[in-house]
T-cell receptor
């Protein structure tokens, strides 16, 4: 099955700086890569996703890049704000209905 | 629309007790999922139902059973709870297709003593 690895496990950034989270996946058939944000005590919520026919996607301060050859994808958050503090999960889905999640990155934005 | 709802929100069980976690969605989604979330391990798929009438094992199915009662409802049963099943359980739903967002419920925090 699919194996998704996520790094780093924790990330502390100064407010206004950028944050980058990286994930790798094992199944070359995977074709959908969502990112979820989970605030403390809340449910995971989708913040951005990318499909395998696209190399980069942006939505305001967040962007995701995908390198299919290297089987890795990354989340970039620019101009970080205190409300960006949360746990972020990457995931990958192949030719079935199952998402495989990374272990998560706890992001702390220091004021 | 309520989205995905789960009951109960919290539950404490003794080892060996049984219980059923309930999940319902009002988005007319075909696919539903049960995950468990443990510190440092992300979300792991327990069981899923691609469409009404079908269920399949995920990554960690041992000790659990599921029922897709109808299109709206997907329940998770622990027949004989063990301390290793202490976790936060999330139900999710999505439309059929490989590129569709999964919507999560609020979660059930289960402690097995």
């Amino acid at each position: 099955g699919e194996n998704v690895e996520q790094h780093p496990s924790t990330l502390s950034v100064q407010e206004g700086d950028s944050a980058v989270i990286k994930c790798t996946y094992s199944d070359s058939a995977s074709n959908y890569f969502p990112w979820y944000k989970q605030e403390l005590g809340k449910r995971p919520q989708l913040i951005i996703d990318i499909r395998s026919n696209v190399g980069e996607k942006k939505d305001q301060r967040i962007a995701v890049t995908l390198n299919k050859t290297a089987k890795h994808f990354s989340l970039h958050i620019t101009e970080t704000q205190p409300e960006d503090s949360a746990v972020y999960f990457c995931a990958a889905r192949g030719n079935d209905y199952k998402l495989s999640f990374g272990a998560g990155t706890t992001v702390t934005v220091r004021a | 629309n309520a989205g995905v709802t789960q009951t109960p929100k919290f539950q404490v069980l003794k080892t060996g007790q049984s219980m059923t976690l309930q999940c319902a969605q009002d988005m007319n989604h075909n696919s539903m999922y049960w995950y468990r979330q443990d510190p440092g391990m992300g979300l792991r798929l327990i069981y899923y139902s691609a469409s009404e009438g079908t269920t399949d094992k995920g990554e960690v199915p041992n000790g659990y059973n599921v029922s897709r009662l109808n299109k709206r409802e997907f329940s998770l049963r622990l027949e004989s709870a063990a301390p290793s099943q202490t976790s936060v359980y999330f139900c999710a739903s999505s439309e059929l297709g490989n590129s569709n967002e999964q919507f999560f419920g609020p979660g059930t925090r289960l402690t097995v003593l």
